[in-house]
């Protein structure tokens, strides 16, 4: 699959690795609710399995939520809200494609909201796209998503 330049956000992160882009955890939540309930197994829950899946309501809430984790939009084709990105808004404000464009990227606090879930995947993507530009980052480099190497997604 040809990579698509749309596809970086303006952080740094590569939405096409991402599980909401994909959807891969939405899908499988919604095939796991058609399968219970094709074989209404709220029933085997209560009546085989009482004690063990005691809480199955709570775990089929929480599969629902889980239906629903699928981005409708990349973010650069997301509107201009009041709820929208800070790190988008800069960019755009600033003309920038993406953060890499911005010298201060690497002491950026905007950035730094996004370490509790992709620890330092952020800016050492924009390193690695400053250093060999964005085309040859997406095919050649080593897209880093939550601190590892993303290499095995779609």
């Not at 629902?64 to 808004?89: A, V």
Request: glycine residues 10%; contains cysteine.
């Amino acid at each position: 699959m040809k990579e698509r330049k749309d596809l970086l956000a303006y952080c740094g992160l590569y939405c096409g690795d991402c599980v909401g882009y994909i959807g891969e955890i939405a899908d499988t939540a919604k095939s796991l609710t058609k399968v219970l309930e094709k074989f209404k197994f709220d029933r085997t829950a209560e009546f085989l399995f009482s004690e063990e899946l005691k809480d199955y309501d709570k775990f089929c809430k929480m599969l629902g939520f889980m239906t629903g984790l699928k981005c409708p939009k990349i973010c650069r084709e997301k509107e201009n809200s009041s709820t929208s990105c800070n790190i988008r808004k800069c960019c755009r404000g600033r003309g920038f494609y993406a953060c890499y464009e911005c010298d201060g990227f690497e002491i950026c606090e905007k950035l730094k909201s996004l370490e509790g879930l992709h620890g330092d995947s952020c800016v050492k993507n924009l390193k690695a796209i400053k250093e060999m530009g964005l085309e040859a980052w997406m095919t050649q480099g080593k897209r880093l998503w939550f601190g590892s190497e993303v290499d095995d997604c779609p």
